[in-house]
C-alpha cells in the first residue's frame, strides 16, 4: 500500500526511547496519506521477534505493549505496519525503533555516590576523574549518570551527550533521575579515561529569594555506572567509587545558577578527562551513601542548546557601557569568540532583560548577579561558553574586551527542555501575531527543566497557579506530556509531606514568608493539570497515576473551606494575584475578594475530578456533590437572582460563567453585565493571574465577541498589546512592568519574562484560529473559527497524536468567509462556519468551506464613554 507511510513507533511520551523506566511502554505512531477520508481498521506490532499478529483496531495512540516487559538494559527494535478500510494489504513497514530499558532495581546499581573535597569558597566547581584500561573490543557501551549538583560527563577528552545542567531539578528526597548515554563510539580497548564537571546547580547552589543555599546538602556529588559489553559476552563495569579523584583547581573558577560563571584560562587542564593525564596532585574523593531507590529514569526530554541567536546590535550607552541587544529577550547564555589578549585580562559580562533609559536594567534581577566572567591566558583566541548556569536576558554588558567588540564576537545560545514544537498561530494584526511569539519566547524560556515562573531572577521557583492557568497554550505549543509527568510525580510527593496541602511551586522549599495552606488556583494545578494533560493526549495513564493527588488536593481545600463552604479561617490567599488595580507594593490587592474566587475554584475541580473519576471508572458522586454545592454556595453568597455579580470585576463575572456557576436564567445577564464592566473598563484588562485567562472565553460564550475583540486589540496600559508596543520579546509579569516612559515598574517584584498572562494564546487558538480538540487526544476535532472586528484571516496548526490538523481562514470585502482545514488520518472533525449554520463533518483529508457573514463590527461605545488612552 506505497500511498500510506507509517512514522516511526514512539514509546510512552520520550522523544529518545534510550534508558525509559517503564518495563511495557505504550507505542504510538503517525500515518500520512493523501488518499481522502483513510482510516485505520488494523493493525500489526513486531517489537522484538514478537509479532501481534494483525489486530482489528483503530487505535493508534499509547497502544499497549503486549510483548513480554523490557528487562534492564533490554533493547528491542519496535516497527508496525497498517490496513485502511479498503486495502487488502498492510502498508509498508515504519521505520524500526530501538526501544531500551535503563536501570529498572535498586540491585542494578553498583556505583556508589563520590563527593569531591570543596575547598572554603562558595559556587566552586570541581573535576572528577578516573582511568581504565578494557582489555577486549567494545562491542556496545552505557553510562547511567547522575548527580547531586549539575554534572557535565566526558569519555577520553569527549563530550559523551549534547545534554546540559543534567540532571535537572527534581524533588531530590524523593527522585534524583539519571539519564542512559549511548557511549559506545567512545571508548577504545586499552587505556580509557571518564571526567566530570560538577557545580552546585540547583542542589547545593542557591535556590529561592531568602539567600539561602545548600537546601538540599552542601556538598556535591556524582554517580557514574559505565557498564561495556565485549563480543565475547563478557560485561566490563566501571563505577564511581574510591579510586576516583577530584579538583577544584580547574579553569572554572565559581559556577552558581544566580550569580554566573567565572573561568579563568590561566587554569586550564588540557586532556584533564584523557588518558595519562597527571592527577597525583588531585584529592581522593569521599564515598557517601546514596539511597538507589531514589534513581529514576526520565520521562521527558532533557535540556538542551536548541537555538543560536546573532547579536542584533553592539551600542554604547549614556554612560559610556558597551551593550550588546541579542533583539530578543530569551534564556540561555553567551558564546564568547574570545580574543587574544594580555593573560590575566579580564572581560565582564553582565546580563539584564531590559534597558532603562539606556542602560542596563539589573534591578529587577534582585540578588541575581547574573554575571560572567572570562580571565584570559594570553595564549590565543578561543571559543567560551559557560557550563553550569543560564540567565534570562536580552541584553549584556561588556566590560574589559580588549580592542572593539563586534557583533560576531557574540552568540546567545538558547536554553529549554528538548520539547518538540507541536503548535503555530498567525493572523492579520502584526501584533497579535507578535503577541503569540512573546507567548512562545516565554515558554520555552521558562520550561528549563521545571515550568518556572521567571527565568532571570532569584527566584526561578515551578509555581503551581502559574502553570494551571497556562497548561492549555502549553500543551498546544510543544510536547509537554513527559515533561509535566516528572513534575506532577514531584507534586505528589511533596503534596504528600503536607497532609494534601499542594505546594504553592514544585519542588518545594519551605521558603518564607508564605504558610503552607491550601492555596486556591495554586493548589488546583494537581487537578487542571492532569486533565489538560488528558484532553489533548488522550492519556488516562497519567490520569490515573495522578488520581491520589487530586483527590487529596480536592480534601484539603474543602477542609480549608469548611462545613458552610464560606473559608471560614480567613488569612492570606494570592486570589487574582497581580489584578491591574493592585498597587506595586500589593499585588495580592485584587478587585475580586479571594473566598468569592477559591467557591468558583473548589466548584470547579471538584467536578473535574468527578469527570476524571468517569473516565477511570471510579466513584465519583462525592466529588460531583461538593462541586454543586460550592456553586450553589457561590450563587447564595456572590450573585443576585438576576445574575449580577456582588464585585463588579472582570474576574467575578468571568469565573461565574466559565466555571459554570449560575442558573441557565442567570447566564445571559451575566454576560451582558461582563460587557459592561469590559466597556466601564475602557476595553482594558481589569483582571489578574486568575481571571485573565477566562475572560475572553466568557465573552465569546456569552455572544458578546465583538467585546472580547476590542479586549484582545487594546494597545493603551494594560492590555495584552500594551507590551508589545513597548518592545517586548516575551510576556511580562506585571502588565506594565515597563512604564511609558521607559522607567521599570517600581514594585520589588517585576520580571520580564512571565507567561503567566500568555495563558491568551489558549484563546487565539480555539476561538480566533479555531482549532481545538472535540474528544480526548484530538481523536475528534473541533474547527470553529471566529472572526471578529479588526481581524481578517487567522492560521493554526497543532500536530496531534494522530498528525498534524490545520486550519485557515480569511475574510474579504467584509463578508466573504472562507476556510481551509486539514483533518489527520484515523480523526474526524466538526466543522461550524460562523454563519450560523449547522455543523458539519469532516473526514481525514483537506476540505475548503465558504460562507457569507455579517461584517464583524466593533462595539459601539456610548456617546459619554471616556477613553482615558485618548486623552492621555
Known amino acids: 500500500m506505497s500511498d500510506v507511510t507509517v512514522a516511526p513507533v514512539t514509546a510512552e511520551h520520550h522523544r529518545e526511547p534510550l534508558g525509559i523506566g517503564e518495563t511495557t511502554p505504550r507505542l504510538s505512531w503517525v500515518t500520512s496519506t493523501d488518499l481522502p477520508g483513510w482510516r485505520q481498521v488494523a493493525y500489526e506490532l513486531e517489537i522484538g521477534t514478537w509479532s501481534s499478529g494483525r489486530v482489528d483496531s483503530a487505535d493508534s495512540v499509547l497502544v499497549p505493549w503486549d510483548a513480554p516487559p523490557l528487562a534492564s538494559r533490554e533493547r528491542r527494535t519496535v516497527r508496525v505496519r497498517v490496513w485502511g478500510e479498503d486495502d487488502a494489504e498492510p502498508s509498508a513497514w515504519s521505520e524500526e525503533v530501538a526501544v531500551e530499558a535503563g536501570l529498572l532495581s535498586p540491585a542494578d546499581w553498583s556505583a556508589r555516590l563520590v563527593r569531591p573535597v570543596l575547598p572554603a569558597r562558595e559556587e566552586a566547581v570541581a573535576l572528577l576523574r578516573r582511568e581504565f584500561v578494557l582489555d577486549r573490543p567494545v562491542a556496545r557501551a552505557r553510562l547511567y549518570a547522575t548527580a547531586q549538583g549539575v554534572y557535565e560527563a566526558e569519555l577520553n577528552g569527549a563530550a559523551v551527550s549534547d ?468 456553586a450553589a454556595r457561590f450563587r447564595a453568597e456572590y450573585v443576585s437572582p438576576n445574575g449580577r455579580v456582588a464585585f463588579p470585576s472582570q474576574t467575578a463575572y468571568a469565573l461565574a460563567l466559565e466555571f459554570d456557576l449560575l442558573e441557565p436564567g442567570q447566564r445571559e445577564h451575566a454576560g451582558r453585565l461582563l460587557a459592561q464592566q469590559v466597556l466601564a473598563d475602557g476595553f482594558h484588562i481589569a483582571s489578574g493571574f486568575l481571571g485573565t485567562p477566562l475572560v475572553t472565553d466568557a465573552l465569546t460564550n456569552a455572544g458578546e465577541l465583538a467585546t472580547a475583540y476590542e479586549l484582545l486589540l487594546q494597545r493603551g496600559n494594560p492590555s495584552w498589546l500594551y507590551a508589545v508596543t513597548m518592545g517586548a520579546t516575551t510576556i511580562w509579569e506585571r502588565w506594565d512592568s515597563m512604564l511609558p516612559d521607559g522607567t521599570i515598574n517600581p514594585g520589588e517584584m517585576t520580571s520580564f519574562n512571565h507567561y503567566a498572562f500568555g495563558a491568551v494564546a489558549d484563546w487565539l487558538h480555539r476561538t480566533v484560529a479555531g482549532l481545538a480538540p472535540a474528544a480526548p487526544g484530538y481523536r475528534r476535532i473541533r474547527f470553529a473559527p471566529r472572526p471578529g472586528p479588526g481581524l481578517t484571516s487567522a492560521a493554526a496548526t497543532h500536530e496531534t497524536p494522530y498528525g498534524t490538523a490545520s486550519v485557515s481562514w480569511a475574510l474579504t470585502g467584509g463578508t466573504a468567509f472562507a476556510l481551509d482545514v486539514v483533518v489527520p488520518p484515523n480523526t474526524t472533525a466538526e466543522v461550524v462556519l460562523p454563519d450560523g449554520s449547522a455543523p458539519r463533518e469532516a473526514g481525514p483529508g483537506r476540505h475548503a468551506f465558504t460562507c457569507t457573514i455579517e461584517e464583524p463590527r466593533p462595539v459601539e461605545r456610548p456617546a459619554l464613554f471616556f477613553d482615558p488612552d485618548a486623552h492621555a
Not at 349 to 363: F, I, Q
Not at 395 to 411: F, K, M, N
Request: hydrophobic share 40%; glycine share 10%.
Open 163 to 630: 545534554v546540559v545542567l543534567a540532571p535537572g531539578w527534581t524533588s531530590y528526597r524523593h527522585r534524583l533521575r539519571y539519564r542512559t548515554h549511548d557511549v559506545t563510539g567512545l571508548l577504545t580497548e586499552g587505556p580509557n579515561a571518564i571526567g566530570v564537571h560538577l557545580a552546585e546547580g540547583w542542589f547545593a547552589g542557591y535556590l529561592g529569594f531568602t539567600g539561602k543555599r545548600g537546601w538540599y546538602g552542601d556538598r556535591t556529588g556524582a554517580l557514574l555506572q559505565l557498564e561495556v559489553d565485549h563480543p565475547d559476552g563478557s560485561r566490563t563495569v566501571v563505577t564511581t567509587d574510591g579510586a576516583w579523584r577530584s579538583t577544584t583547581d580547574g579553569p572554572t573558577v565559581r559556577s552558581g545558577l544566580y550569580s554566573g560563571e567565572t573561568v579563568d584560562f590561566r587554569r586550564d587542564l588540557p586532556g584533564w578527562s584523557a588518558p595519562g593525564f597527571d592527577d597525583a596532585a588531585w584529592t581522593p574523593v569521599e564515598v557517601a551513601d546514596l539511597d538507589a531507590a531514589t534513581l529514576v529514569a526520565p520521562t521527558g526530554p532533557p535540556v538542551r542548546r536548541t537555538q543560536v541567536l546573532p547579536v542584533r546590535a553592539v551600542t554604547t550607552s549614556p554612560s559610556g557601557r558597551v551593550l550588546v541587544d541579542l533583539g530578543q529577550n530569551l534564556v540561555g547564555r553567551l558564546r564568547l569568540s574570545l580574543p587574544d589578549g594580555p593573560a590575566g585580562t579580564e572581560i565582564t559580562v553582565r546580563h539584564a532583560e531590559v534597558l532603562e533609559h539606556g542602560e542596563l536594567g539589573t534591578r529587577p534581577l534582585k540578588a541575581a548577579r547574573a554575571t560572567d566572567v572570562a580571565v584570559l591566558d594570553g595564549r590565543g583566541p578561543r571559543t567560551w561558553e559557560p557550563r553550569s548556569t543560564f540567565h534570562g536576558f536580552r541584553y549584556a554588558e561588556v566590560t574589559g574586551w580588549p580592542g572593539e567588540l563586534r557583533p560576531e564576537d557574540l552568540q546567545a545560545v538558547v536554553l529549554h527542555t528538548d520539547m518538540r514544537r507541536t503548535g503555530t498561530f498567525t493572523c492579520s494584526d502584526p501584533d497579535v501575531s507578535r503577541l503569540h511569539e512573546n507567548v512562545v519566547w516565554g515558554m520555552r524560556g521558562n520550561f528549563l527543566d521545571i515550568p518556572t515562573d521567571c527565568p532571570q531572577r532569584d527566584e526561578r521557583l515551578g509555581w503551581t497557579g502559574d502553570l494551571q492557568v497556562f497548561a492549555p497554550t502549553a500543551s498546544f505549543l510543544h510536547d509537554t506530556t513527559g515533561m509535566l509527568r516528572s513534575w506532577l510525580t514531584d507534586l505528589a510527593a511533596e503534596q504528600r509531606e503536607l497532609d494534601g496541602v499542594v505546594p504553592m511551586y514544585v519542588p518545594f522549599l519551605p521558603l518564607l514568608p508564605f504558610p503552607q495552606q491550601p492555596e486556591t488556583g495554586w493548589g488546583d494545578a494537581a487537578v487542571v493539570v492532569p486533565w489538560v494533560l488528558y484532553q489533548r493526549t488522550g492519556d488516562t495513564g497519567l490520569l490515573a497515576a495522578q488520581w491520589d493527588s487530586m483527590t487529596a488536593w480536592i480534601d484539603a481545600f474543602a477542609a480549608r473551606a469548611g462545613e458552610h463552604l464560606d473559608f471560614p479561617g480567613g488569612g492570606f490567599s494570592f486570589g487574582d494575584w497581580l489584578d491591574t488595580a493592585a498597587p506595586p507594593d500589593n499585588p495580592a490587592a485584587a478587585r475580586t475578594p479571594w473566598q468569592c474566587v477559591a467557591t468558583a475554584y473548589l466548584a470547579r475541580s471538584a467536578r473535574t475530578v468527578a469527570q476524571a473519576a468517569e473516565v477511570l471508572g471510579r466513584d465519583g458522586a462525592r466529588f460531583a456533590q461538593l462541586g454543586e454545592r460550592a
